[in-house]
């Protein structure tokens, strides 16, 4: 089946159905179909008319071709339909716009294909349309799965979900959102998700637009998402290796980039040689005698065993255990007390 072609009819059958030159004119600016979506105002200068007098065309024409829809009339529209909803069905029910005609078409539309597939959603009974703004991108959905204002419920359901865990800005697996949702599949929460403009996703994790750990903008935001994924310490040359072989749009960095971002950043710990973590996960700047001074002071007057203070050491740094030794050899900073217990000079 040509679909480009079936389109065309059922957008030649529709207008077929406006009898006024002028109002085939308003629809075909109003939707893009020339190519260029023109506003009310523009329209109106063109026609030497109100800008209010073009909306309330406008509505009446649509009124009149989604009757028209209802009732069987326009010749060409139920193959389109039929393409539409059938594509659909496989996206989730609901897809933006871009993303369903690259589909059917089988190549990224252009400004008036979108157009096209916006103007017959917007006829058909079978279909509804959920316009772009600040927070939606422009979305077809099947119409039994409802309409422009249920779709937005459905987003802004999903983000606030997201948004529980903004104060942590841990990502949101579709398995996770499925237990606290009633969808038939995690694919239909994704197929949604995709609606939002305020949502991001990166390996399969869901967060909100802004979070570094499902849109990492720059090299130091790339660094946290590895070594967030990897959940160990990581050497800089490894980190590199793993930014380089990642879905990252921009992944082409030096091993020295890598290095002196995680220089610059508080959220990256120097815990060995050229081995980082994250500083959320316990481990501490700093010399190995710097922490043994800091866990001793902590001990208080009592001080600590030897095998307490080198297991206390390797929770926060990634060093042998006898370089934790030797350092406590160090008579000017630490101090033997009893038979194998220390505590700061």
Not at 33 to 52: C, D, V
Not at 130 to 136: I, P, R, S, T, V
Request: charged share 30%; glycine share 6%.
């Amino acid at each position: 089946m040509d679909c480009a072609k079936t389109i065309n009819e059922a957008i030649k059958s529709s207008l077929a159905i406006i009898e006024q030159e002028r109002e085939i004119e308003i629809i075909s600016r109003r939707f893009g179909l020339n190519g260029h979506k023109e506003t009310l105002e523009q329209i109106g200068e063109m026609l030497a008319i109100t800008r209010e007098r073009v909306r309330q065309l406008e509505k009446a024409i649509l009124i009149r071709l989604r009757i028209a829809a209802e009732e069987d009339k326009i010749a060409g529209l139920a193959p389109a339909e039929k393409i539409f909803v059938r594509n659909l069905s496989e996206m989730g029910r609901v897809a933006r716009t871009t993303s369903l005609a690259t589909k059917i078409l089988g190549h990224t539309p252009s400004e008036k294909e979108k157009a096209e597939f916006n103007f017959l959603a917007e006829i058909s009974p079978l279909l509804s349309v959920l316009n772009e703004n600040d927070k939606y991108y422009n979305a077809i959905g099947i119409a039994e799965y409802g309409d422009e204002k249920a779709l937005k419920g459905k987003v802004d359901k999903i983000v606030n979900l997201i948004k529980e865990n903004s104060s942590t800005q841990q990502p949101v697996s579709l398995e996770e959102l499925d237990e606290k949702l009633t969808y038939e599949h995690p694919s239909y929460i994704e197929a949604v998700a995709r609606l939002s403009k305020q949502l991001a996703s990166f390996n399969n994790q869901w967060g909100l637009a802004k979070w570094p750990t499902v849109n990492p903008k720059n090299i130091r935001d790339k660094i946290y998402v590895v070594l967030e994924e990897n959940h160990k310490p990581m050497h800089f040359s490894e980190i590199a290796q793993a930014i380089g072989s990642s879905d990252f749009r921009r992944k082409n960095v030096t091993v020295q980039a890598i290095h002196n971002e995680l220089i610059k950043d508080s959220r990256f710990v120097l815990i060995g040689r050229g081995i980082y973590a994250l500083d959320s996960w316990g481990f501490e700047k700093g010399t190995v005698s710097e922490i043994i001074t800091r866990i001793l002071k902590d001990a208080g007057e009592e001080g600590m065993s030897r095998k307490d203070i080198v297991k206390h050491v390797l929770e926060k740094r990634k060093v042998k255990e006898t370089t934790v030794l030797l350092n406590l050899q160090n008579k000017k900073l630490f101090k033997r007390v009893g038979k194998d217990h220390f505590v700061n000079a």
